[in-house]
């Protein structure tokens, strides 16, 4: 008896379609291998649109990326790895890579301590040899900062010793400290069109003198140097209630921009020693931790207590923002006697005190420098968004010729049954 065909084997049972991904999968790891990134990248995304739920598809796509210097879109495939499976350290490994290359320094570092925390170091070197580079990496950008804080300074110093071009403008109008600063600002207005966060900013100086100025006003000398050690029983006295401290943090508008001096918050002056700093935090704690203060908002007010301690606490960061304060508070003094001369000669007074001016200006400093950092944040963001966009679109165009191409095959099969049929239909009445 003839043997019949061979039987495929039993246990075979991969569809076409996993076939077919893993047919790409493997090219793609051959580009991959060949430093082809682009050419990987494209096959591996023809995988996914066969199989959108493959976590090492995602995975090697986010490698691909990163060294394509993609990186926002090698951060959203690797949380992709995260989300199909929390417990996969190669996960949260590529996720840390992500992070790392896009410098957010603190969430690649929690990433890799995750994968630590699933695979130890001894089998996890990738993780580790990872940690070690993000903490090289704040120590590096901790001394850029550094640098960067006292050319600021340096330029904030030289502009108060140029003549004053502000004294034809109001008290509320902010100018850049220095041409430089002035073309960076117009750089960065044109190009992220920050003008919500201008008028913000406007905003808050606009109302700067319908708040009292001295509820957040320096402690006098007397106060300071006042004979024996502060009680802290006594400065919970001298701060009032706790609804007192949490409308003063949280609940005056604008608050976040007032908040920005870290002493204007612990209300201390910035001349205390670290001794009294100290105190006056624990002091503002006892009134407003949440779990000794039930008023609403309590939880907000002493994030902003505790946030302020911390940086004090930070010699390098103390020292920069005493120094800002200084240059603040020196610039006001300028301004201050400039227009009490101007005044003067026209036989009146300027309205608001020495001390008032002064706080102003410190105030001033501060808001420009957060408006900075913020514009810097937001081009990031924006960046970050179009390259999502366009890994989107692309995506997006691969799926739709793939659909059309396979609906042209169908197509050209139909009509290609059909055509038979009818050739069958006319053979068959020729006969």
């Known amino acids: 008896m003839a043997a019949g065909p061979a039987a495929a084997p039993a246990n075979d049972t991969t569809e076409e379609w996993e076939k077919q991904r893993d047919a790409l999968k493997v090219e793609a790891d051959g580009f991959y291998k060949a ?4 050419k990987a990248i494209a096959k591996y995304t023809e995988a996914i649109t066969l199989d959108p739920e493959h976590i090492l598809l995602y995975s090697n796509r986010s490698a691909a990326y990163l060294n394509n210097n993609e990186k926002s ?26 992070l790392f290359a896009l410098r957010r320094l603190d969430a690649a570092k929690s990433s890799y301590q995750e994968s630590l925390r699933l695979c130890g170091p001894e089998v996890n070197k990738i993780a580790s040899k990872g940690l070690e580079d993000v903490k090289l990496l704040e120590k590096k950008r901790t001394e850029e900062e550094r640098i960067e804080r006292e050319a600021a300074l340096l330029s904030a110093k030289s502009s108060s010793n140029e003549p004053s071009s502000s004294q034809n403008k109001t008290t509320t109008e902010i100018s850049p400290a220095s041409n430089k600063e002035k073309e960076e600002t117009a750089k960065a207005v044109a190009s992220t069109e920050p003008a919500g966060e201008e008028d913000l900013l406007a905003d808050f100086f606009s109302n700067v003198d319908e708040d009292n100025l ?15 050690p502060s009680k802290i029983k006594k400065e919970n006295v001298d701060l009032g209630t706790a609804a007192d401290q949490i409308k003063r943090l949280v609940l005056v508008s604008n608050y976040e921009w007032k908040n ?25 704690s006892l009134l407003v931790h949440p779990d000794k203060c039930r ?53 009146s007074q300027p309205e608001e005190t020495l001390e008032e001016a002064q706080e102003k200006a410190v105030m001033k400093l501060f808001a420009e420098i957060e408006m900075k950092r913020r514009d810097v944040e937001k081009r990031k963001r924006n960046q970050e968004k179009r390259e999502r966009d366009l ?27 059909i055509g038979n049929w009818r050739d069958f239909n006319h053979k068959k009445k020729k006969k």
């Open 35 to 38: 430093k082809d990134f682009k």
């Open 295 to 347: 008023e609403p908002h309590a939880r907000d007010a002493f994030e902003q207590i505790r946030k302020a301690n911390a940086q004090l606490n930070d010699s390098v960061k103390r020292k920069h923002i005493i120094d800002l304060i200084n240059t603040g508070r020196k610039n006001g003094k300028k301004d201050w006697e400039a227009k009490k001369k101007r005044l003067h000669a026209n036989g």
């Open 73 to 98: 879109k090698a951060l959203k495939d690797a949380q992709k790895c995260v989300e199909l499976n929390g417990d996969w350290f190669k996960g949260h490994n590529r996720l840390a890579a992500a």
């Open 260 to 284: 920005l001096n870290p002493f204007s918050v612990l209300a201390i002056s910035h001349n205390a020693a670290e001794e009294e700093v100290g105190r006056r935090y624990k002091a503002l």
């Open 391 to 417: 890994e989107d679109a692309e995506v997006e165009k691969l799926k739709a010729d793939r659909d059309f191409e396979q609906n042209w095959k169908k197509g050209e099969r139909l009509e290609k049954r």
């Open 214 to 228: 001295k509820d957040q006003s320096e402690p006098t000398e007397e106060k300071i140097l006042e004979n024996g």
